[in-house]
């Protein structure tokens, strides 16, 4: 293959080349007459970019790849339809937002292999400006976003450069923290107490068992033994808001779930109440009201069990127990406050991290002692007043 000398020409502000790149004539900007004012100090510059165009086309860098010059929504677009399949419907839901909401404007339609730190710290300040009441974990996810299209694009060698993402800078504006809540265990009871089945079963489960809202709501009677609870799916939302059943969250997270007597008791009594006869076992454990289904008018295709109806949604619970919630005056924390409660309580109680993460059934010990062991007061000031007689005895012997 005969090599070619390429143009370096100066047009306005800037140094541009000339060049063919497979047999299409190209002109590119290679650098700005500020940063490099001569012909004579670009022109180094100039020779290394000749130098990548004549190589042969598997040993250039993906700027210099014809074929490969797609633009970031190109990109992005394949990358959201190939892990369709391969991730958590919450998870692509979760980056489908992050794209259409904040990316896909900023930096969509430029060059894939263009984008460069700079270029992300630029959007991430811009996407912070816009919505100011933005927090900083967000805004990290939105970073991560980006992070995880630019590790696959090097991946596929579409882009050889290091992640513009890694050292980009997430800065909000709004430096608070969102505060989850823990259920205490007169808080938990409370809420029991105060509502009537199959609501009660329900936040009975979360309570005992720290399971999540998208499991206990996909749990079917043939996942319960009666001595425990195996865990084998997972409720969640599609890009339309359709409910969608997907493998659980983690390996962790398959672990079976035991149960104690007295919600084994809570269940029993429910499934007697059910009398679903002979198909009970595959059926979901809290179905949707007949009255809902016929109301909503919903095509639930698989989601349909052996008797015909579908698991209850989130939404539909939530709004019969907000409203009871509140003339009780009990302060509703989110599905997650039970889980946090369990592991606040069991922390309270002496318990190691390590067998607390195993009872929530993380994969990772850090995600347990960050997110779900919430500090409780009174333990403060019991752990603190421990520390002043110890102060104290230490003084009296100094004495």
């Known amino acids: 293959m005969s090599k070619q000398g390429g143009e370096l020409k100066l047009v306005g502000s800037s140094w541009f080349v000339r060049y063919y790149l497979d047999g299409k004539r190209k002109m590119t900007k290679l650098a700005s007459k500020e940063d490099y004012p001569t012909e004579k100090i670009v022109f180094p510059k100039f020779q290394e970019f000749m130098a990548n165009v004549n190589k042969p086309e598997d040993d250039r860098p993906a700027e210099f790849r014809p074929n490969q010059q797609v633009t970031v929504r190109q990109f992005v677009t394949g990358f959201l339809k190939e892990h369709a399949d391969s991730v958590r419907p919450n998870t692509l839901r979760g980056y489908h937002t992050v794209w259409d909401t904040h990316v896909d404007r900023r930096i969509g339609s430029r060059k894939l292999t263009s984008i460069r730190t700079h270029d992300v710290d630029t959007m991430l300040r811009g996407i912070a400006q816009a919505n100011p009441e933005m927090r900083e974990k967000t805004l990290a996810r939105v970073k991560s ?60 489960v979360c309570y005992w068992t720290a399971l999540r809202r998208s499991e206990v709501l996909s749990l079917k009677w043939s996942d319960y033994t009666g001595s425990e609870i195996s865990i084998r799916r997972s409720l969640g939302f599609g890009l339309k808001g359709e409910m969608v059943i997907s493998n659980p969250k983690t390996d962790e997270s398959q672990a079976p779930v035991h149960v104690e007597p007295q919600l084994r008791t809570i269940l029993n009594r429910w499934k007697t109440q059910k009398k679903l006869g002979t198909v009970v076992n595959d059926c979901w ?3 949707a009201s007949e009255s809902r289904v016929r109301r909503d008018g919903k095509d639930y295709g698989d989601l349909l069990d052996a008797a015909g109806m579908p698991p209850m949604q989130p939404s539909n619970i939530l709004r019969v127990v907000l409203p009871k919630l509140t003339a009780k005056k009990l302060v509703w924390k989110g599905w997650h406050g039970f889980r946090r409660g369990v592991a606040t309580e069991l922390h309270r109680n002496g318990v190691s991290d390590f067998v607390i993460q195993k009872a929530l059934r993380h994969a990772n010990v850090t995600v347990t002692q960050e997110s779900y062991i919430k500090t409780v007061p009174e333990v403060v000031i019991d752990a603190m007043g421990v520390l002043a007689k110890t102060r104290a005895v230490l003084r009296m012997g100094n004495a």
Do not use: W
Not at 145 to 153: D, G, P, Q
């Open 285 to 287: 454990m809290f179905q």
């Open 145 to 204: 976003f980006v992070h995880l299209v630019f590790s696959e694009a090097s991946r596929k060698d579409l882009y050889d450069k290091k992640n513009p993402a890694a050292e980009a800078k997430a800065v909000a504006k709004n430096k608070t923290v969102k505060e989850t809540g823990a259920y205490t265990d007169a808080e938990a009871q409370a809420i029991i107490n105060c509502l009537p089945e199959p609501y009660s079963v329900i936040f009975a």
